[in-house]
């Protein structure tokens, strides 16, 4: 029975917006992890990988949900603490989701045996992560009274990371990785080097794309070195450098592998990864919440 005082209500309330953004998160993992769900080599993947690679690629992707809880989230004004109990909510629902899709793909056969499922399902919860965070960052409703918050320089990192992890897992899995690293020459790998900087700081900077802060300030000689165009590009690539590394070490692409080829499949992947970091900061746009508080 409702209370006068509306509290009965507002509870109400507060467990449907519980209930629809957990809703909002799943859609959003779908959305996103379903074209690796559909993908082979990710499931050949989940039924080989190491156990300590799984769990490296895990805390990755786990510190990268941290991030995007911290830009948005499930719930608003958190305590460290609490982002990371959130992060432990959307991994574990990822989880659901990638196990719930995979059982309907008739991926998880009971043969296959408990090792195999359960590194299946962990692996390619990873990208279902990424699109519950996304969802809860992007897709979430703004509180009532106030519009969305500008996302600050780290959170903008962190959203790059995710991006690049999402587009590297698309590849990384596959034998053109080895094949593009191994055949790459010096100068090429040079050229793919500068080719993914120039690409990601036009699209976020340059072309007027929406969500692109191209033209958000005319003078950029005041602003910290990780806000200038130039700056977030690079660390921006030099985040999709090391989940490129990560993700080749933990996929086994390594094995056999000299320096030079090595380096030069961390590059090529690299250049998907940019893509990827490009195109998450495309989604949240804006200006930087520091730069606007400076400017107010």
Known sequence: MARRDGSHDGEGRAVNETVLDHLRAAVGGLFVGLPLLWTMEMWEQGATQPALKLLLLFVLAFGIVVGFNAVSGFRRERS???????????????ILVA?????????????????????????????????????????????EGSGREPVGTIGRLFVAAGGALYFALNVAPTDEVRILGSEADVPLLLVAIAASLVISLAIVFVVELPGGRAGSRSDWSSVGPLEHPVGETVAAYAIAVLVSLILIFSFGLSDGLGLRAFAGSVVMLATVASFGSAAARLLIGGEPSDRKASAA
């Open 99 to 143: 196990a719930a899709m995979l059982f309907v793909l008739g991926r998880l056969e009971a043969e296959l045996g408990l090792p195999t499922l359960v590194g299946r399902i962990g692996l390619l919860s990873i990208p279902v992560a990424f699109g519950t965070a996304l969802a809860s960052t992007v897709l979430s409703e703004p509180e």
């Open 80 to 94: 460290w603490i609490e982002l990371v109990v959130d992060a432990g909510q959307g991994m574990g629902l990822s």
